[in-house]
């Protein structure tokens, strides 16, 4: 008897897909790397430190403020404070001054580091992961030598072939690098073979060649930047210098995305990706409450008129329309509110905020935290405000009422056509003594920064030909694979 036509079609569709699967297995030659997704893991700068959780957090905060100090600085170059001095400038007007302990060395602006493999033979570079930063540089001169055969100084197109210099400064001008530009090749693996439901079971490596910087010499303040065991910098945001746009023309990636996992648990790995279309955002649908944090949000990015003339412009930013929490309801910001605006029509966009993943906390600008913390008291039954020997913006709680808010009160941003669920953990934490306190901070007039607390299990996806942001609210980004 005849094989029915769709019968015979599907048949034929197994045993192609079987053939596929054992070719990959017995070592075909790999797809194009357009269709591959390059992987990476994250190690948090705090991973190997046994710190406690009080200490984890004084040292997030510490970040967060010297990182939104540089930042700001950065976008205005006329600023001649200190380090210092910027920082504390950047803290709320009514928190108590940061100490710092003799346990605290470096990285005050890094949160992130990726280890990535450069040269021939290949030695690791451990760098600082950065989307609010540009170039990719090391401090490490034996990554930038002839002891490498891929490496080479770069020449600039000028009609005396002079060596091209590398001079980066950040935050207040005093953080400089300075050096010389090379060429060299960075190596990046992709899963050439992976199992459902197992995982990866073979990797592939492709290597691009991509531009260096060498900086010969590096300001005190470098150790703010880079923690002390880090090479240099991995520049992740749109300008086009960064690792980032490099890779999209040399190897066609159109994406990129991260998952972070629990900050209070800096041990456990994140992920860093590069791909195409093949890199997509898929819900693990785990969430008990709340159908609609599991679904994957998508949100455009947008420029900001005031910057485009500034180092800031290349970062991404996204419109934030208004918060809600609880059972309250969407509380919208008036465009007004927002000293800081998205171009919209004739300047009547929502609020800008700066999508960062090197900031530990995220901050609002004052008019939009006030709103979101009356709504927070609000849903809380308005708790007794606390303001003990380190912390500020915190409450007290019954455990009753702690476990209840724990399970119930979300914090919703809501930006353009997406709104994301923060859970408690995402926004807040108790202190030892048993204080509940706020993990977002008053941000005065600067712009308002989504931080990497509120980002924790949260998976991100950048499309930069769509000009988009899609996210995903997950149970545990240490487990996530793609």
């Not at 004084?58 to 100090?69: L, M, N, T, V």
């Not at 170039?135 to 197109?157: D, G, H, I, V, Y």
């Not at 923690?227 to 991995?234: F, N």
Request: glycine residues 8%; positive net charge.
């Amino acid at each position: 008897m005849a094989m029915a036509p769709s019968l015979q079609k599907a048949l034929i569709t197994v045993l192609l897909l079987l053939v596929a699967v054992r070719s990959s297995a017995e070592g075909a030659p790999p797809p194009p790397p357009s269709s591959a997704v390059y992987h990476m893991e994250l190690i948090h700068v705090d991973a190997h430190g046994n710190f406690t959780m009080d200490e984890l957090i004084r040292r997030a905060q510490h970040r967060s403020r010297a990182r939104a100090a540089a930042l700001s600085a950065a976008a205005s170059p006329s600023s001649s404070s200190s380090p210092a001095a910027a920082a504390a400038a950047a803290a709320d007007g009514n928190s108590k001054p940061y100490s710092e302990t003799a346990r605290y060395s470096g990285g005050d602006i890094g949160e992130y580091l990726v280890n990535l493999s450069i040269g021939t033979p290949a030695k690791p570079f451990l760098a600082v992961a950065d989307t609010g930063s540009d170039q990719t540089w090391t401090r490490n001169m034996e990554l930038c030598s002839s002891a490498s055969s891929t490496f080479k100084q770069l020449q600039c197109p000028s009609g005396k072939k002079k060596p091209c210099k590398l001079k980066k400064v950040y935050g207040n001008q005093n953080l400089t690098a300075e050096g010389f530009m090379a060429d060299e090749n960075f190596t990046l693996s992709w899963c050439r073979w992976r199992v459902p439901f197992v995982g990866c079971r073979r990797t592939s490596e492709d290597q691009v060649r991509m531009p260096l910087g060498c900086a010969e010499s590096c300001s005190k303040g470098c150790d703010k930047l880079i923690p002390k065991d880090a090479d240099g910098l991995l520049g992740l945001n749109q300008s086009p210098d960064s690792f980032l746009t490099l890779l999209r023309k040399n190897l066609g990636i159109t994406r990129f995305s991260y998952c972070l996992s629990n900050r209070l648990k800096p041990q456990q790995s994140s992920r860093l990706w590069f791909g195409g279309d093949g890199l997509r955002l898929a819900s693990d649908g785990l969430w008990p409450w709340r159908d609609a944090a599991a679904h994957v949000q998508t949100t455009p990015l947008v420029s900001i008129e005031a910057e485009k003339n500034s180092v800031a412009a290349n970062r991404y930013y996204v419109e934030l329309e208004g918060v809600s929490i609880g059972g309250k309801g969407f509380k919208k910001i008036p465009g007004e509110s927002f000293k800081h605006r998205i171009d919209k029509g004739k300047g009547k966009g929502g609020g800008a905020m700066f999508v960062d993943s090197g900031c530990s906390f995220s901050k609002l600008e004052t008019e939009a935290f006030n709103k979101m913390k009356e709504l927070l008291l609000e849903e809380l039954g308005n708790p007794e405000p606390v303001d003990d020997e380190i912390w500020t913006r915190c409450f007290k709680l019954s455990d009753s009422e702690r476990s209840n808010a724990e399970k119930h009160t979300v914090l919703r941003l809501h930006f353009n056509g997406a709104t994301m669920h923060l859970p408690w953990s995402s926004y807040m934490f108790t202190t030892k003594d048993q204080h509940s306190c706020l993990t977002i901070e008053d941000r005065g007039e600067n712009i308002s920064t989504l931080g990497n607390f509120q980002q924790q299990n949260m998976h991100m996806l950048f499309d930069l030909p769509g000009k988009n942001l899609s996210f995903v609210l997950v149970k545990d980004c240490s487990e996530r694979k793609m």
